[in-house]
């Protein structure tokens, strides 16, 4: 009775045993799979924003390719102190940024730039136009004062050091 006893409470003893580890390893590996899927989840994340952050560059990179074409008449005017084609002369102003955006007046003020040195190369690259500069101004804005000022150097209204 008593090898009974004792070979009784051995076996329950060893499924006690063997559930406790069981239950660990299957922690364990919930842990690891929510750990897999976290991982996944993340770079979908990633992959999303960069899209994102992709489509306003090449979004930012078309607007200031669009002023670029729009400017270089006036650039070229200014440059042989001419006046400006009648078509450039006769559109009202709100025009010209329904032209160079493609969207709405006013959009390009809240364009983010994600990484300086991509947008800054690009805009010092281009033989006419602004040249670009990020950071805590809105680049919209700072984009069209330097291009207006280039503009006003070029036609010889503005000191260049001034």
Do not use: K
């Amino acid at each position: 009775m008593v090898v009974a006893l004792a070979g009784l409470i051995g076996v329950l003893g060893a499924q006690l045993i063997a559930g406790r580890r069981e239950d660990r390893r299957w922690t364990r590996e919930l842990a690891r799979e929510e750990s897999r899927w976290q991982r996944e989840r993340d770079r979908e994340e990633r992959n999303r924003r960069y899209q994102t952050r992709e489509l306003a560059y090449v979004q930012f990179i078309g607007a200031v390719e669009a002023l670029d074409w729009q400017l270089y008449p006036a650039l070229r005017a200014a440059r042989r102190n001419a006046t400006l084609s009648n078509e450039l002369r006769d559109r009202p102003p709100r025009q010209y940024e329904r032209d160079v955006s493609g969207v709405r007046p006013g959009h390009h003020g809240r364009t983010t730039c994600y990484s300086r040195r991509a947008a800054e190369d690009h805009a010092a690259a281009r033989p006419v136009g602004p040249r670009v500069t990020c950071g805590r101004t809105p680049v919209w804005g700072r984009a069209a004062r330097e291009a207006g000022r280039a503009l006003a150097e070029r036609a010889g209204v503005l000191q260049a050091n001034s």
